[in-house]
């Protein structure tokens, strides 16, 4: 995705200045560099949202312009109202492209895995987003997780993935992405059939436990009368 937008250095700050601006219809934004001074800006929002509603994202690289400067960058960091959910501010980091850079990219399930196909189970989704590192042009949208293969109670772990070329995952190798967990009906049988091998008394079969209790007090009773 090739993008670039226009920024402009902000010259007022504080609560009443961002306020001002977004009603304007931008955000303030603060743009972050390892070896520059950081630049403070305001940002068109339907810019910002353009970017977040592609495929990448936040891992999204575009370009931003301001005192004829064109730099490089991400966005690094969102802040919204809790309440309205409105974009407070935005803090974007420069980007150099020969440089490797870890970012985190969303997992994408496919297949249909075999343990849900065919053996009642279900899907259980653990790890929805994977750490990566490399070089900004190599971020992929997404990392494709593949189920078909999986039975009742098997998972997939980070290890046993593929990492397309160079990238290299930085999440533990043996965190689970997603594993096949049975019904719960199935689980309770399970727990049932236990039970049974277990010759556990349930509370339907003590009165008969009584009954033959008193029956043996009674026979007693009988011989110490003489009847």
Known sequence: ???????????????????????????????????????????????????????????????????????????????????SDELLHVDLILIAMDKEIRVEVPVVLVGEAVGVKSEGGFVDFVLRELEIECLPKDIPEHIDVDLSGLHLHQSIKVDELTPPEGVTFISEPDSVI????????????????????????????EPEVIKKEKAEEEREEKKERGD
């Open 1 to 83: 995705m090739d993008v670039k937008i226009k920024g402009e250095k902000r010259e007022l700050f504080g609560k009443n200045a961002s306020r001002r601006l977004r009603r304007e219809g931008k955000v303030p934004a603060i743009l972050y560099g390892p070896e520059t001074e950081n630049v403070s800006l305001s940002l068109e929002k339907k810019d910002i949202f353009q970017i977040l509603r592609s495929e990448s994202g936040e891992n999204t690289i575009f370009k931003v312009s301001f005192d004829s400067q064109v730099q490089d960058v991400m966005i690094k960091d969102l802040q919204k109202d809790p309440t």
């Open 178 to 205: 997603a594993m096949i967990q049975a019904q719960a009906k199935e689980e309770e049988a399970v727990e049932e059939g236990i039970e049974e091998e277990g010759e556990v008394i349930t509370g339907e079969e």
